[in-house]
């Protein structure tokens, strides 16, 4: 029930107070995850929508926005450490395939404009929980079908520029290399379920880095992007070293 009213709050988390919101958020976090995923995996999707929509429309609130992402990442991470058995795996794998390019479109959209550029670690941790979680090749993968969204991460942006920004990604997560668990994975996660996950941002510094030279590390309230100008329209190609 607590979950149902968090998602159903999560639209609506500006105009609650920051902090019940952070709070609600926080609680299926760590705690909740793992036995919400294995479950009720229709549950779980109704909060992971409720929080996605709370997302993209974006969040000046640093605890509220943090809270949702850890969300995100305990929830990938569980999912990758489901037992092969375990009989909601196939439910599982669906709501993953079917969510996660929405929800890298809408971190993109956050690192470029819906979020204050402070969150740019919490953004770039919650891509590498997906990394460490499920690998180079699927999350690569689910990249490609984001950037499908003509809206992500800004409208302006040329499909010369994704195409660049795919490339320096797709570098990026392959030259991520996690120490191994020395207990075997079975779950959604496949292969890559053996890897530990790191909560260090300096883990993903490259990765970090192709997320910042696409998004240019805007703040939250310039819109100018949706407004093109000759004057103030930002060039589209990346800086090696950004």
């Known amino acids: 029930q607590q979950i149902k009213e968090m998602s159903v709050h999560a639209g609506t988390m500006d105009v609650v107070d920051s902090g019940v919101a952070a ?8 705690t909740c995850s793992r036995e919400l995923l294995m479950a009720d995996p229709g549950m779980c999707a109704e909060a992971y929508e409720g929080l996605l929509a709370a997302l993209r429309t974006g969040s000046n609130e640093r605890l509220t926005a943090s809270a949702a992402l ?12 489901a037992p092969a058995h375990a009989p909601a795996l196939p439910q599982i794998q ?15 959209q956050a690192a470029n404009d819906r979020m204050p550029s402070y969150m740019l670690d919490d953004i770039t941790l919650t891509i590498g929980a997906i990394l460490s979680s499920f690998g180079a090749d ?29 490339d320096h990604f797709r570098a990026a997560t392959q030259a991520y ?10 779950g959604a996660g496949g292969p890559s379920s053996l890897h530990s996950y790191s909560d260090n941002v300096k883990s993903f510094t490259k990765v970090k880095k192709s997320i910042k030279g696409f ?10 992007s949706q ?4 004057h103030n329209a930002r060039p589209e190609f990346f800086i090696d070293g950004i």
């Open 177 to 186: 290399c996690p120490p191994l668990e020395s207990a075997p994975g079975g």
């Open 215 to 224: 998004c240019g590390g805007k703040r939250v309230g310039d819109l100018r």
């Open 23 to 30: 709070a609600a958020f926080a609680l299926v976090s760590s």
């Open 94 to 108: 669906q709501l993953l395939d079917a969510h996660t390019p929405v929800l890298l479109g809408a971190l993109l």
């Open 70 to 81: 850890r969300f995100f990442r305990c929830l990938y991470q569980c999912a990758a450490q």
């Open 138 to 166: 699927a999350i690569t993968a689910w990249m490609v079908r984001a950037l499908e969204d003509p809206a992500v991460p800004r409208a302006s942006v040329s499909a010369q520029t994704k195409q660049k920004f795919l």
């Open 227 to 230: 407004q093109p100008h000759a």
